[in-house]
């Protein structure tokens, strides 16, 4: 199994610029978790997907962010335009939605580790 | 007052001494806690998985939760350099539809110095 999948691994671009970055789950899991890592906040939740369906985006910043979960095995976060304030490490995370306590493993993948300057 | 409170460090021990980590929390309504670790530029990885309250142990890792306190802990013992990390703590509510996101704590860098 190759685990939770990100691309890019790294993105520098410029402020205003668009940048998208990309998901791909572990094979089987129906829940999907975005994730923003910076040394003031720590790890927060922006948004989940349950079965490819949005279920809490509360923690997105702003309208300048947008996820989307076109089929089970893909997902992007999209911020346009950017802004330095963005630079953080986004984390993708999925695991299986069967409700039960057992299955509350989430996987992490590597992380996109985005600089906006 | 944030919802998950974590000293962040650093924290360096020598090899072979008891770590303790702790998290408290606001939240009376958090049922399900866990503790990640994460190497430096890679992803969390869950340690520890504990429902409610209780003592939970894997090996050289422990893990207590005291919900009347909303106080959380993990123990390792023996530690090895390997344990060094950045272990977070990380709790959700009980909901029916089963797969909420996680509130974490911002983590705890800790060195076991060899």
């Known amino acids: 199994d190759a685990g939770v999948i990100q691309s890019p691994r790294h993105e520098v671009t410029e402020m205003g610029q668009e940048v998208t970055l990309r998901c791909k789950p572990i094979?089987?899991?129906?829940?999907l978790f975005w994730y923003r890592q910076t040394m003031m906040r720590g790890l927060e939740l922006l948004i989940y997907f349950n079965n490819n369906v949005p279920i809490d985006d509360s923690g997105m910043p702003e309208d300048r962010f947008s996820a989307k979960m076109p089929n089970a095995s893909f997902s992007t976060l999209k911020i346009q335009p950017s802004e330095p304030r963005d630079s953080a490490v986004y984390f993708c995370a999925s695991r299986t939605h069967a409700g039960g306590a057992s299955t509350d493993t989430q996987y992490f993948g590597p992380g996109t580790r985005l600089t906006v300057l | 007052q944030k919802e998950v409170e974590q000293d962040p460090g650093p924290l360096s021990v020598p090899e072979g001494a008891i770590v303790s980590l702790n998290c408290t929390y606001s939240n009376s309504a958090f049922q399900y806690f866990m503790w990640y670790r994460q190497y430096s530029r890679k992803g969390p990885e869950l340690l520890m998985y504990t429902y409610s309250s209780g003592n939970k142990e894997d090996g050289r890792f422990t893990a207590q939760v005291d919900k009347s306190s909303k106080y959380i802990s993990l123990f390792i013992r023996d530690s090895q350099p390997s344990d060094s990390a950045t272990y977070l703590c990380a709790m959700r509510s009980h909901s029916g539809g089963g797969a909420d996101g996680l509130t974490f704590g911002k983590g705890t860098h800790l060195i076991i110095q060899p």
């Open positions: 094979s089987g899991h129906n829940s």
